[in-house]
């Protein structure tokens, strides 16, 4: 009943975005390139569909060979402008998802700015550092740039045929737009995806000649201590003796519920919104969650990007660092498709890289 109220909204926000993306088609509204490879990373929903871990496989991918940066603007975070992300920078200075970046890629130069094109022209402008490829998180819909290759993350598991535009669904604009993508990724996949899925989801997005499609899953590693709580043995894998208080604050926790039953026999959950900042009350509520778990054996459990948040959390007690982890995640892709993507990715950084060079040579005023 609510969501034929919500029609009215969709049908006036469709319309905005329809008139938007048709200004920029026709040159009406202007798109900045730039001399340099740009990769984008983004959805057509609202809703985790596991941006930032295929984020962290780019750089991964690309940092040996080149300078990498990435850009995005900082999701709730309390500050302004363009910064660098450092290892000490804080959630809320920088958000949840660039710290995590660099946390883990140290070495590689992560940053935010809510004007992408300024973001790109910070770093390009840099002496010290300026990168060979940038990376832009959450970006499909930021056509202020226009990137030499766009990639699109779908979820498996939601589908976006039968969706709807905001705010009656989850679609940010019209499926139509997925037109602009290069690369199509259906991220969250089982372990096998059979070759007639493929070619239903192939026509489902109506994909073009020029798009390539990809599927990858989510893979889980060991858990790690957030604080200086002691590493698990390899008793939590195999006796499934202890209690588990999964705490998450993201788009949706199920698939993370789903792989910790192979190691323990009772979970209780605690679901925050994504991007949520605790607050010093939430913290005694899951202490006295934590608590009322009768067990001999117990801890509680977080996401990657969840443990950002919360190690520069003031209101943690020595009891609750002691028993938090985090649960590691990366992608992978299935089926040998690993190799096509790699190389289609190192073929257009490796050609169009000599136009950084072509960039620095017209800021330097050389012929």
């Given at each position: 009943?609510?969501?034929?109220?919500?029609?009215?909204?969709?049908?006036?926000?469709?319309?905005?975005?329809?008139?938007?993306?048709?200004?920029?088609?026709?040159?009406?509204?202007?798109?900045?390139?730039?001399d340099v490879p740009v990769i984008s990373i983004g959805n057509i929903t609202v809703g985790g569909t596991g941006k930032t871990p295929h984020v962290e496989y780019l750089v991964k991918l690309l940092k040996e060979k080149?300078?990498?940066?990435?850009?995005?603007?900082?999701?709730?975070?309390?500050?302004?402008?363009?910064?660098?992300?450092e290892s000490n920078s804080t959630a809320i200075e920088v958000g949840d998802e660039p710290l995590q970046i660099k946390n883990k890629y140290k070495d590689v130069t992560v940053s935010v700015c809510e004007n992408r094109v300024v973001g790109v022209e910070k770093l390009l402008a840099s002496e010290a550092k300026a990168p060979d490829v940038v990376l832009l998180d959450d970006a499909f819909q930021h056509r202020r740039i226009s990137p030499g290759l766009n990639i699109l993350l779908i979820d498996y598991n939601r589908q976006i045929k039968e969706d709807h535009l905001l705010p009656m669904g989850r679609l940010r604009e019209s499926v139509h737009q997925m037109r602009r993508a290069n690369i199509i990724i259906f991220t969250k996949c089982p372990d096998e995806v059979t070759p007639i899925m493929r070619r239903i989801l192939s026509n489902d997005v109506g994909l073009f000649p020029y798009q390539k499609l990809y599927f990858t899953k989510l893979e889980y590693d060991k858990l790690l201590p957030v604080f200086d709580a002691e590493s698990l043995d390899a008793g939590f894998y195999k006796e499934k003796k202890h209690a588990v208080l999964l705490l998450t604050g993201i788009a949706s926790p199920k698939l993370i519920e789903k792989y910790l039953r192979h190691f323990s026999k009772r979970i209780e959950t605690l679901t925050f919104p994504d991007h949520y900042n605790y607050s010093a009350q939430d913290i005694q509520t899951i202490l006295n969650k934590f608590a009322?778990?009768?067990?001999?054996?117990?801890?509680?459990i977080t996401t990657e990007k969840d443990s950002m948040r919360l190690k520069n959390n003031s209101g943690l007690t020595d009891e609750f660092?002691?028993?938090?982890?985090?649960?590691?995640?990366?992608?992978?892709?299935?089926?040998?498709?690993?190799?096509?993507?790699?190389?289609?990715?190192?073929?257009?950084?490796?050609?169009?890289?000599?136009?950084?060079?072509?960039?620095?040579?017209?800021?330097?005023?050389?012929?």
């Open positions: 009943m609510v969501k034929i109220f919500l029609y009215p909204l969709s049908l006036l926000y469709g319309f905005a975005m329809y008139l938007r993306n048709r200004a920029y088609d026709l040159n009406i509204l202007k798109s900045t390139e730039f080149y300078e990498v940066a990435t850009l995005s603007r900082g999701y709730k975070r309390k500050t302004k402008g363009f910064r660098y992300v009322a778990l009768k067990a001999e054996k117990k801890i509680i660092k002691s028993v938090l982890y985090y649960l590691p995640v990366q992608v992978k892709f299935l089926d040998e498709e690993k190799k096509s993507f790699n190389k289609k990715i190192l073929n257009y950084v490796g050609e169009n890289k000599s136009n950084r060079e072509l960039h620095k040579r017209k800021n330097s005023g050389k012929s």
